[in-house]
């Protein structure tokens, strides 16, 4: 069976990177999303083991030592990571797999898996990202303004991603990553066997 690609995608917090993941999830049911670990605290509307698996910090050490975590990170104080063997089990199974992280753990996937196919998200403007963030309610502007900072600091790496991919329209967003992946999917490299016949 044709293994799946692992597909990493970063961007700045209030850019819409959860919704995008989805809506291509939507359309593509064979695409998977990695399940992380994390440190920080469950949120209200999360579940353990659905949105992340919800680890303290003794046990979060203990997978970085026994050396399970494609790429972990810290991020605004506490930590994240990709726990390998069921991104490994997913791929296997043929599946594309999506890993929504932040740009340290998109860099060491990068390094690590020559083959990922990498996509930056970013807002049509920080006027908008701003916005967008304010808009959430949940949101003080002390923290806005700590995203925004976050966010250029994410944009500083933003460039050694393969695409960036701007979320103003949702569908389009959405349009042009499965361009990307279909244009990945057309590579020379990954249409050999159509070639086979001429030896
Ligand atoms: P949140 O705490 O809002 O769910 O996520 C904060 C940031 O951590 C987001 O940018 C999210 O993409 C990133 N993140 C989630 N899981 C992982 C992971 O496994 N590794 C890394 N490096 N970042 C992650």
Known sequence: MKKGRLIV??????????????????????????????????RPNEIDGVHYYFLSCGEFETMIAEDRFLE??????????????????MLEAGHDVILEIEVQGGLQVMQRR???????????SFEILGNRLRGRGDTDEEKVLKRLQQARVEYRVAPRYQYIVVNDRLEDAVSDIQTVLRAEALKSEHQQHLLKEAD
């Open 9 to 42: 995608i970063s961007g700045p917090s209030g850019v819409g990177k959860g919704t995008v993941v989805k809506a291509l999830m939507e359309r593509d049911p064979q695409v998977r999303l990695s399940v992380s670990a994390t440190t920080r605290q469950m």
């Open 72 to 89: 972990h990170a810290e991020y605004v104080g506490n930590f994240y990571g990709t726990p390998e063997e069921p991104v490994n089990r």
């Open 114 to 124: 020559s083959d990922a196919i990498s996509v930056f998200i970013a807002a049509p």
